[in-house]
């Protein structure tokens, strides 16, 4: 990620509200966040129904992201802000380039926070693929794709579809700290930036952001449903 220029107090009095995060990537941010809640409470009451409808959902959502992650806009996409082991050290430790609380931030996500999306995504893809295989003890709240695995196979999966929920849920929890820790110790609210999308930076360092058509985005949202349609029949047409 390249470093922000360093500014003048007298230059950076003088700032801009630049839009780093598209529609999408705020929509489904929070879409997320609310089907993740919805998931967690109908399994908690026993809701399979919602909880089986909320999970199609997040899906749909995982789906999209992924391919929005290579195909929308500069700031959403992957290749913008996933980093190797020496640019994640450089900016732990204070290297040249390292952003600092005083300084205009670079576009999207910094080092640490692009971690914490990777692993968040991982995660929730984990987590629904193991509901699709899922089965109960009785065999009667099922995924739609147990029929293909055996029954040991798809308890398993109910296993493991309950303990990564539990790693996803202290996961969001740390996700939540760091938000919290950049609203309080660096000034930095992170929250009203993907809500509203736009982030203030001076005006002799405004970043370049490369948006995407409509027409990707409905082919990706119809290829997202398209796939959800399919897992939800089990590809039964």
């Known amino acids: 990620m390249a470093a922000s220029p360093t500014l003048t107090n007298s230059a950076a009095t003088s700032t801009t ?4 995060w598209d529609a999408p990537v705020r929509i489904v941010h929070w879409l997320m966040v609310l089907l993740i809640a919805i998931s967690w409470r109908s399994a908690e009451t026993g809701s399979m129904d919602y909880h089986r409808y909320s999970g199609y ?14 195909l929308g806009s ?3 996409r992957f290749a913008s802000f996933v980093r190797g082991p020496r640019a994640i050290l450089a900016y732990v430790r204070g290297a040249p380039g390292r952003v600092e609380h005083h300084e205009p931030s670079p576009p999207g996500h ?4 692009a971690l914490s999306v990777i692993a968040l995504l991982l995660l929730l893809v984990t987590q629904v693929i193991l509901g699709l295989f899922a089965v109960d003890v009785d065999g009667i709240e099922s995924g739609p794709l ?3 695995v055996s029954f040991e196979t798809g308890r398993a999966c109910a296993h ?13 929890a740390l996700h939540v700290a760091a938000v919290l820790f950049y609203l309080l110790f660096k000034r930095q609210n992170l929250i009203s930036a993907m809500i509203h999308g736009r982030r203030e930076y001076p005006v002799t360092a405004v970043p370049e952001i490369e948006g995407a058509s409509t027409g990707r985005l409905l082919a ?4 997202a449903g398209l796939i959800v349609w399919l897992v939800a029949n089990a590809f039964h047409f």
Do not use: E
């Open 160 to 172: 493991w579809h309950g303990t990564v929920f539990n790693v996803l849920i202290c996961l969001i």
């Open 110 to 113: 910094n080092p640490i926070g």
């Open 17 to 20: 509200r630049v839009r780093i």
């Open 74 to 76: 500069s700031t959403a």
């Open 146 to 148: 147990s029929t293909y």
């Open 57 to 70: 959902a997040l899906l749909g959502l995982l789906i999209f992201r992924i391919l929005w992650g290579f």
């Open 220 to 223: 990706i949202a119809a290829v």
